[in-house]
Structures are given as C-alpha cells and as structure tokens.
C-alpha cells in the first residue's frame, strides 16, 4: 500500500507516517492477502486448512473494523530514500517520531518499546534507537518513507551466523534448521528474508529488507525467485512445520535473499523470520513545490 506525502514539511510528513503506521497494522499487503490465499487453497491438512481460513477470516475483520491485525503490534522499522534533490529544512526524524506517538494513541497500537535492561516502557512506542531509521540517499526530488513493524515472536526466531568462505554449502542447512527450531512460535507461514555477505551488521538489515521484497507464487515459471531461493522453500515446506505449528503443507509463504559483497575470509548468513503478518506500507512525496 502506497499513500502520498503532500508536502515536505514537518506536519505533512508526521500525518503521513501516522496513516501508514494504520495501514500496516490493520490490513496486509496484496501480495502477502494472495499469498495466504493460495496457501488455504492448496492446504491438504485440514486443521491447517481451518487455521489459515481463520487467519484471513481476522485479516478481513480488521479491515473492516480498521483494528490491528494482530495485538503484538510491533516496533517501528523505517526504510527512508532521500532524493538528492529535494531539501529537507525540518527535523525529518522528529517528525517520524511525533507520527509513530500519534499512530499508538490514534489506532490505537499497543506500546512496545521498554529500556532493555530496568523494562522501564516509554509508553509511546519511542525509545533509544527504535523507531529504527534506516537512510539511504537516491536520484531525483522524492522522499519516499516505508515502515514495517515488526513483533516480537518472530524477530525472536531469527538468526545470524558467521560462516567460513568454504561453508558455503551448510547455508541451507543453517536455514532450514533455524526454522525446524522456531517450530510454531513465529506463528507460522513465515516469510524468510535471507541477508547473505556483507558485514556482520549489514547481512542483518539485508535479511530484513528481504521481507520487503514481493511475495511471488512460486508455481509460476516467471514467478522471478531464483533456483536457491525455491531449494530453500521447497526444504522448509517439507519440514510440515505448517500452519502455526500444528502441520500442514506450507510452512514458509516465501523466501527472499538478498546479498552484498563481503571480505575474502568472511561469509556472514542472517536469517529474519517474519510471521505471516508480513505488513508494511509507504509513502511518498514526487517532487514539486517544496
């Protein structure tokens, strides 16, 4: 789901992160709505079958009611692309943060976001580092702001490993393990965002901007997933892990790799498990009068 940003200013950019933070949480995107579709459609395993029919029997209900779609409404993980062109003379990040504050006073979305030690919650979803921004700097005279909330149950399923260069075939392994181990506590069908290369760092956020990738019917030829990222799906969906846990035929929706160079002695894997709410939403300001 895409909404416009209406000008670059501090007010229309904390109004506009508000009503994606409500998009997201309350319905899903399209990709991921037929992705479950399909799922339900194909499910031989008939608890699975009635888990998933109930599962977008909540997604329509709350939609209709424009309630979370889930009560673990998340953190805020945002994905911001600045045009080098444009001039941003407000406090962007300021105004980020005023539309996470009144996203979960407005929705409303329950306040997740506590001190990690004394658990000490803020209240407002705010907090040291989180709203998590993520920057990156683009062509042309846009500002485009995409957020993906993320919970806990899943987020606590993923996993980072550092491989030696000559481990490269243990990587499916490692997957395919990490999600035999999660079993049904990331409330499976999961979509997996692999980050492979890099840092130790960056493979983490590759593996989470993975999950922003569109969900594809892996049946179709032209489906655009290459030959590792449907071993790995057809490896996971074998486990018949299934639908929360309690077996069925899909136990994945998708896998998504994304890759970056990385040091000759190094080969780091990160693996982001994401529930089947794999929500998220965006919006953009194109250009004009500023």
């Not at 194909?42 to 699975?48: F, R």
């Not at 919650?121 to 846009?142: A, H, I, M, R, W």
Request: charged share 25%.
């Amino acid at each position: 789901m895409e909404i416009k940003i209406e000008a670059l200013t501090f007010e229309a950019v904390s109004k506009a992160v508000s009503e994606i933070l409500k998009i997201s949480e309350t319905t899903l995107p399209e990709d991921t709505l037929a992705a479950l579709n399909r799922a339900a459609a194909k499910e031989s395993d008939p608890i699975a079958k009635a888990q998933l029919e109930s599962i977008l029997k909540n997604i329509e209900i709350a939609g209709e009611k424009s309630v979370p779609i889930c009560q673990d409404t998340g953190i805020f993980i945002f994905f911001i692309e600045i045009g080098r062109e444009i001039c941003l003379n407000f406090d962007l990040e300021g105004a980020i943060r005023d539309g996470c504050v009144k996203a979960t006073e407005n929705v409303p979305l329950r306040p997740n976001v506590v001190d990690p030690l004394t658990r000490h919650n803020t209240k407002n979803n705010l907090g040291d580092g989180l709203p998590e921004l993520n920057y990156s700097f683009v062509p042309g005279k846009t500002l485009k702001i995409t957020v993906a909330p993320k919970g806990a149950g899943s987020e606590n399923m993923s996993a980072l490993k550092m491989f030696t260069p000559t481990e490269i075939p243990k990587i499916k392994e490692f997957i395919v393990k990490t999600v035999m181990d999660a079993g049904g506590k990331p409330c499976p069908p999961v979509v997996l965002g692999i980050g492979i290369g890099g840092s130790f760092n960056q493979s983490a956020k590759l593996a989470k901007e993975a999950l922003l990738e569109d969900i594809r019917n892996p049946d179709d030829e032209n489906s655009g997933y290459d030959d590792f990222e449907k071993e790995i799906l057809n490896a996971v969906n074998d486990l018949k892990i299934g639908c929360m846990g309690l077996g069925g035929d899909t136990t994945a929706l998708s896998v998504r790799i994304k890759k970056a160079s990385c040091h000759t002695a190094s080969l780091p894997v990160a693996i982001n498990i994401q529930c089947w709410a794999n929500r998220h939403a965006t919006a953009v300001y194109s250009g004009g009068e500023q």
